[in-house]
């Protein structure tokens, strides 16, 4: 989402009307989000402070475990459509020249990871890349229904780095891939599983990127050019990562269950704080070198990196 309503400001202005974009797409998912009395207003209000442990929380928790979207909306009601599609010029979007976007889904029938770009971008493709299976009905896009991209890809880096012209790839991580406990109740059992289903994807092609980097280097071309192009992009590729630290991790489950405004600004200001930190440390080392270890982060015997 974050994506193509960027693209859209990009094209309608530049970088400030791509920030102000991004602004006024926040305040209105936080609006839509005051007018269900379950998210917002009076009960976002009263159970503010109890997490993911709020009787409100814990209710639709258990109501959608046993109940699947299409029972309990049939009507496949999803009030970010229209907040997409009034945010969002994707005549624009298709049409950018500024940035290039590749946003995955996950094909429901056959699990393969589909891949879209900026000329098949719609509001459908976007639904579809955020579909999570237990809150809403899958999105069917050319007779095909599709869930979330993060069961296959969260990202995939793949096009990234066939395809993209930078030699540099920041990853925003916002899941945490270690925990410091075990988790021993139910909710943070579950929250656990969802953590590791949506990171095993990134692991795996982290770890392939670090075996094939590996295998370049040992291999020793002293003019360091490859007869396949893919070959020379892994050898050139700079890797980086941006995490949110130990206080987003600290925000749990309930964050992301929750689009209060009160909730999302918090949210940017931790991640806006995170950039900052980030840019100040790292910046300089931008098209010179990696800054993420991809052997000691993704060879299991990584340190915490919470987001």
């Known amino acids: 989402m974050n994506a193509v309503v960027m693209a859209a400001g990009l094209m309608a202005g530049g970088r ?36 993911q442990w709020s009787p409100v929380g814990q209710y639709l928790d258990c109501t959608t475990r046993v109940f699947s979207p299409y029972q309990l909306n049939p009507l496949n009601l999803n009030p970010l459509r229209q907040v997409i599609a009034d945010a969002v010029d994707f005549d624009a979007v298709r049409r950018c020249d500024r940035i290039e976007l590749f946003i995955g889904a996950t094909q429901v029938r056959s699990g393969r990871l589909r891949v879209f770009r900026n000329a098949e971008l719609s509001v459908d493709v976007v639904l579809a890349s955020a579909c999570l299976p237990m809150v809403f009905r899958a999105v069917e896009i050319d007779g095909e229904a599709y869930w979330d991209g993060g069961y296959m890809g969260n990202p995939t880096l793949l096009p990234l780095i066939d395809e993209a012209t930078t030699a540099d790839v920041l990853l925003v991580q916002i899941n945490p891939i270690e925990c410091d406990e075990v988790p021993t109740r139910t909710p943070e059992i579950l929250a656990r599983i969802d953590e590791i289903t949506f990171n095993g994807s990134l692991i795996k092609e982290m770890r392939s990127i670090a075996l094939l980097k590996r295998l370049l280097r040992d291999e020793g071309r002293p003019i360091e050019r490859y007869r396949e192009p893919m070959f020379q992009r892994v050898h050139d590729l700079r890797l980086h990562r941006l995490d949110g630290g130990g206080e987003l991790a600290r925000l749990g489950e309930s964050s992301r269950l929750s689009a209060d405004p009160a909730t999302l600004s918090r949210l940017h200001r931790l991640g806006s ?34 987001t």
Not at 278 to 286: E, P, Q, S, T, Y
Request: no cysteine; glycine share 12%; proline share 1%.
């Open 16 to 51: 400030r009307e791509a920030r102000e974009a991004l602004r006024a797409f926040w305040a209105s998912v936080g609006a839509s989000a005051q007018l269900n009395p379950l998210n917002g207003g009076l009960f976002g209000t009263l159970f503010a402070n109890a997490g």
């Open 273 to 306: 704080a995170a950039a900052d930190a980030w840019l100040k440390h790292n910046f300089a080392h931008i098209g010179r070198r990696s800054t993420l270890d991809l052997v000691r982060e993704f060879s299991g015997e990584s340190r915490r990196r919470g």
